[in-house]
């Protein structure tokens, strides 16, 4: 998989630069802009919930004489064009050397050694039927769809407390506020931390703990 947040960075210019009123799509294979826009947001879409887009689509986009390209030359940003490639043959480039030195890249990343900062909102699902706070992050580096649970009874200091478990895609894209509780506990295992375990934090399995 390419270096997920390389990769998004670089899409993300490209939806900016084609979302130009003065673009002329003429000599590219799009039809016009909200053709060109649909087909990045789709890719977008995709990368964010953690599923990699064909590789041969990405090279076919920002491969000389492809669609970018084609509109860059023909509206005036050609240089910026030429910067922007080279930006994603580099987030290509790194995903591949990770891959190559990594057994099983997701496993190896630091997300699953400890909590880390390099987590990032992905979808936020509300409360659930506990006043629980649910969403899901994703890793920045390796991809990694991680469910955030965090609980708090106000009236009770020190009682608040996160826990955090690695799920898939599939189950990303099915999941519910109501699920969030049962899909941890259903998990090999999962991080838990906070004030209600006096700041510890660490690895455990099973029921998720939520009395004061």
Not at 10 to 17: D, G, I, Q
Not at 60 to 88: H, K, M, N, Y
């Amino acid at each position: 998989m390419p270096h997920v947040t390389a990769l998004l960075s670089v899409l993300e210019e490209a939806r900016e630069l084609l979302a130009a009123d003065a673009n002329d799509f003429s000599w590219s294979s799009w039809q016009n802009r909200d053709d060109a826009l649909d087909e990045i947001d789709t890719l977008l879409s995709e990368l964010r919930s953690g599923v990699a887009p064909r590789a041969l689509t990405l090279h076919v986009l920002f491969g000389p004489t492809g669609p970018i390209q084609e509109v860059s030359l023909s509206s005036g940003w050609g240089d910026a064009f030429v910067e922007l490639a080279e930006r994603f043959d580099d987030a290509m480039a790194s995903g591949n050397a990770d891959a190559n030195h990594q057994s099983a890249p997701r496993e190896a990343c630091m997300c699953f050694t400890a909590p880390t900062s390099r987590l990032v909102g992905v979808k936020e699902l509300g409360l659930d039927n506990q006043l629980a706070e649910v969403a899901v992050l994703i890793c920045q580096d390796c991809g990694q769809h991680w469910l955030r649970y965090c609980y708090e009874v106000e009236a009770f200091t020190g009682s608040g407390r996160w826990y955090l478990g690695a799920i898939t895609p599939e189950q990303f894209a099915t999941l519910t506020g109501e699920q969030a509780k049962a899909v941890l506990e259903g998990l090999g295992w999962y991080y838990y931390g906070g004030s209600y375990f006096q700041g510890r934090n660490g690895r455990t399995s099973g029921t998720v703990m939520l009395s004061p």
